[in-house]
């Protein structure tokens, strides 16, 4: 064996590939000598090297799943990219941060603050998740028609009575909620379901909630849809309340 | 009067003092993130479907984002290796890298402001728009806001190797506590790449 490593010593790598892999060493070796980077700093670069390929890795499997891919946003792609942006994290902790060097004291301050933040972020996405959704009235091309369809259903609850100047104005579409504020005929919609109640005003209606047949020039950037003008011949919605 | 332990280590906590209050004030900085990114993912799953993801309605490109990504990764670690050349007392070289790690910060606020701020803002579209934009501008300019503070911080230090700087006092009495205050400032540097480590996917990828 001791024969077989002075062979070594005296003709260097035998195998090619070993051969270029030392090579490609020693020219880096040359680089960072020739730039001041010594000991330390190369694991540094190295740290650097490993970040900006997880970087290419995230930046490549967004490019993936948008040529290739169903280009959405589900489970799968938001596990990959957190995933990565952690390691990256990890790595910069550890290595740029000298966390795996830093005394008990930090990593005590680490893990007070690493579990408050994992219960600030879990917290609230678990309360947000088991808050059931708000009931909203059935959207229909017609919205005045669901709306005669929910007051059919809803005819015989004995609270009708308490909604009875609803009755007066039972036949006009156009015609504002009594006295009350369109507001007040959302309330009713969204938690009562409709008891047999007036009709919405249309300007009242398309403003709260967001209608299918919204076209693309409608609905801004973050899905919220730009209230819609009354038309000339319509009533004035400020004027009816 | 000598501040006590700004260079030597507290014998109850194993480190100077500096160290201890840097750490304290990144774990501040993670929980105001933390209130932050707890919003986002309010705003998001409460938004559903409606949530912008294309490009044709966020209107963010990916480029500009990574290369932020890629400057401030690289700031990071030139950020270490000048701490190291101060730590060596190699003052030229701890010179060199910390201009570049400025340079980054000059470039990422070019890119953040120039690139990606002023065409939205000639748009229209502003914080008040959507959802979407308020969150984004929120925590994109405060993210950049902690990146010029961390400049203007780290500029001071670099200016304390200068004889002619008012700072330079620290760095004549005691070079080894101007290195411990160039680790602080160098430890929130690094904090900042943290935070946009996640930013970058959370906006431009998902």
């Not at chain 2, 409606?50 to 700031?75: Q, R």
């Not at chain 2, 806001?145 to 780290?154: E, F, K, R, S």
């Not at chain 2, 700072?167 to 946009?196: K, M, S, T």
Request: net charge negative; with cysteine; charged share 15%.
């Amino acid at each position: 064996m001791a024969h077989a490593a002075t062979d070594h010593e005296h003709h260097g790598p035998s195998n090619p590939v070993t051969k270029w892999m030392a090579g490609v060493w020693s020219s880096w070796e040359n680089l960072f000598g020739m730039i001041g980077l010594t000991g330390e700093s190369r694991r540094v670069v190295a740290v650097f090297a490993l970040l900006m390929v997880f970087t290419v890795l995230t930046w490549g499997a967004y490019w993936v799943d948008t040529q290739f891919g169903d280009n959405q946003v589900g489970a799968t792609d938001l596990t990959i990219g957190l995933l990565i942006a952690t390691a990256k994290a990890t790595f910069v902790l550890a290595f740029f941060m000298h966390m795996i060097h830093e005394q008990r004291t930090v990593y005590r301050v680490m893990l007070f603050t690493a579990f408050f933040f994992v219960a600030l972020l879990g917290l609230n996405t678990c309360a947000f998740l088991d808050t059931p959704p708000l009931a909203k009235p059935m959207i229909t091309d017609n919205p005045y028609k669901a709306h005669e369809a929910h007051g059919k259903g809803h005819g015989d609850h004995g609270d009708h009575a308490a909604h009875g100047d609803h009755a007066d104005h039972g036949g006009d579409p156009a015609q504002p909620h009594g006295a009350s504020s369109p507001a007040h005929a959302d309330y009713d919609e969204a938690t009562h379901g409709g008891h047999g109640k007036a009709q919405l005003s249309e300007e009242g209606y398309t403003d709260k909630i967001q209608p299918e047949a919204a076209t693309a020039d409608e609905v801004q950037p973050g899905g919220i849809v730009a209230p819609t003008e009354p038309a000339a011949d319509e009533p004035d919605a400020e004027e009816s309340r | 009067m000598e501040i006590p332990y700004t260079v030597t280590a507290r014998p109850d906590t194993g480190m100077w003092n500096g160290k201890l209050g840097i750490w304290l004030f990144l774990a501040s900085e993670v929980m105001l993130f933390g209130g932050f990114f707890s919003a986002y993912i309010f705003l998001r799953l409460g938004a559903g479907d409606a949530w912008p993801v294309h490009y044709a309605e966020t209107h963010l490109k990916v480029w500009p984002g990574l290369l932020n990504t890629v400057v401030l990764i690289f700031s990071s670690m030139a950020m270490v290796i000048a701490w190291m050349k101060l730590k060596e007392r190699k003052v030229k070289e701890f010179r060199v890298w910390l201009g570049a790690v400025l340079a980054c910060a000059a470039a990422f606020m070019v890119i953040k402001l120039g690139i990606e701020y002023a065409p939205k803002f000639a748009s229209g579209y502003y914080p008040k728009t959507s959802p979407f934009y308020s969150i984004y501008y929120t925590m994109t300019g405060l993210h950049g806001l902690h990146v010029l503070g961390g400049a203007i911080v780290l500029l001071y230090h670099g200016l304390c190797t200068y004889k002619w700087f008012p700072g330079y006092q620290v760095y004549r009495a005691n070079p080894e506590q101007l290195a411990n205050r160039v680790e602080c400032g160098g430890l929130f540097w690094h904090l900042v790449d943290l935070i946009w480590i996640f930013l970058f996917p959370l906006f431009y990828l998902l």
